[in-house]
């Protein structure tokens, strides 16, 4: 359990670092895509289990997208 005080703190920093809160967020984001529990309930989980052949097709595209921006940003 997070005590408030720990809340407020965060509150109050996330507040103070609006950029990194966004990237954070970004960050979870996509991971939350590519780490999903396909067996959990939840909406996401269902409609990748609808179309599991397009949720391959598109974790390879991301693959290459992240490979081709580490080249990108290496340069």
């Not at 359990?1 to 965060?10: D, L, N, P, R």
């Not at 920093?13 to 966004?22: D, I, V």
């Not at 396909?38 to 289990?49: D, G, P, S, V």
């Not at 949720?55 to 921006?69: A, F, P, S, T, V």
């Amino acid at each position: 359990m997070v005590s408030e005080a720990q809340k407020e703190a965060t509150k109050k920093y996330r507040a103070e670092n609006p950029l990194k809160k966004t990237y954070w967020d970004r960050k979870g984001q996509a991971r939350g895509f590519i780490t999903v529990d396909l067996k959990r309930n939840t909406k996401l989980a269902q409609a990748i289990n609808e179309n599991r052949i397009q949720y391959i097709n598109d974790l390879k595209e991301l693959q290459g997208d992240i490979q081709q921006r580490l080249k990108d940003l290496q340069q």
